[in-house]
């Protein structure tokens, strides 16, 4: 699989540029992961990347967008709990954006 | 596709959809490729009940550690069906008895069924897939 | 010798084949599925119980946690880890591994 040097940090990433080993994420390796995604990270982008990586550290998967949807509006409030707004924060797809950020794998169910 | 949800468009008809899990979870892929299928199943908006029986109710122990065999943890992405709308969760009495298991041993709520019962839910269901 | 045993006795035949066939001082090493029969509650449990007579049962550590059954092992079953296990075939002449 490909490696690619992130804050001169060899990191293994998959065929679309997924983080390989979710142990090895630091904010280097999200912030090298949202220009790719071309994503301008914000204090809003940040708080669903983290989000997304307390999601999985106590599920051990990563959402499918109807569920990160769901569950973000329960934490955050119901004006960040919805599509347009997680659209707009990552226009590629909230799931497969802020995980590939996060270091996560791509959800299960997005095919 | 991307990442957007499956949208009911208001034609689809409902099924009843049974997962039958009679696997422990890390002998054999049943256990975890089951899972996944149920979670992407979750995006179609059907009538899905899962059951657990025979070895199967071991997926759902307490206090699973992974670390000695270095596979992932996959015991706690059961906790995660409840945000995915599934919530109908079965164990039969005789594996867990057979198995000296007890409701509290396991990680997620469960109804506990007789054989009888058993019998009359999967006999509703439209499909059955088994693991 | 040494046997072990990987398959849930609840779905295979192979532990009950292993205990009817083992011979006396042997030992005998769940693995795998095969660990949840030398928990306590379990079906298989007499069984484990009345060959304790005959052989020697061990249990592998790494799998009991990973099934959540750590601390449930039968009494007299010993847990041994990897290193253990490894033990045991340097100290066993041969060694058969029931499929």
């Not at chain 1, 990160?68 to 709990?81: D, M, Q, R, W």
């Not at chain 2, 949800?5 to 099924?15: A, L, N, R, T, Y």
């Not at chain 2, 594996?95 to 990680?107: F, Q, V, Y």
């Amino acid at each position: 699989m490909p490696m690619v040097n992130i804050a001169g940090k060899e990191v293994e990433v998959d065929e679309e540029g997924y983080l390989v080993d979710l142990s090895q994420w630091n904010e280097d390796i999200a912030k090298y992961m949202a220009v790719e995604e071309k994503v301008d990270l914000t204090e809003n982008h940040w708080e669903v990347v983290n989000f997304l990586r307390e999601y999985y550290a106590e599920y051990q998967i990563a959402p499918a967008v109807r569920v990160l949807t769901k569950a973000i509006g329960k934490k955050l409030g119901p004006e960040k709990g919805n599509n347009k707004y997680l659209y707009e924060l990552f226009p590629y797809g909230p799931a497969k954006q802020a995980c590939k950020i996060a270091g996560l794998p791509k959800p299960t169910g997005c095919i | 596709m991307s990442d957007m949800d499956m949208e009911d468009d208001g034609s689809g008809v409902v099924k009843k959809f049974m997962f039958l899990n009679r696997k422990a979870p890390h002998g054999t892929v049943y256990a975890l490729e089951g899972l996944e299928v149920v979670l992407i199943t979750a995006a179609f908006d059907q009538d899905v009940s899962l059951v657990f029986t025979d070895d199967g109710v071991y997926q759902l122990m307490k206090g699973i550690d992974t670390k000695g065999i270095e596979v992932k943890d996959f015991s706690k992405t059961y906790r995660a069906l409840e945000g995915y709308d599934i919530e109908k969760l079965y164990v039969d009495r005789a594996s867990m008895d057979a198995r000296g298991l007890t409701e509290d041993d396991l990680i997620v709520d469960v109804t506990v069924m007789s054989d009888d019962e058993m019998k009359n839910l999967m006999a509703e269901q439209d499909v059955v897939i088994s693991f | 010798m040494l046997h072990i045993v990987n398959k849930s006795a609840s779905e295979r035949s192979s532990l009950d084949s292993c205990l009817k066939l083992a011979s006396k001082g042997s030992a005998v090493l769940l693995i795998e599925d095969a660990v949840y029969a030398a928990t306590k509650g379990n079906a298989a449990a007499a069984k484990i119980q009345a060959a304790q007579a005959d052989l020697k049962i061990y249990a592998l550590g790494p799998d009991l946690a990973a099934r959540g059954m750590a601390g449930r092992t039968l009494d007299g079953v010993n847990v041994v880890d990897y290193g253990g296990f490894v033990d045991l075939v340097a100290e066993h002449s041969n060694c058969q591994s029931w499929l």
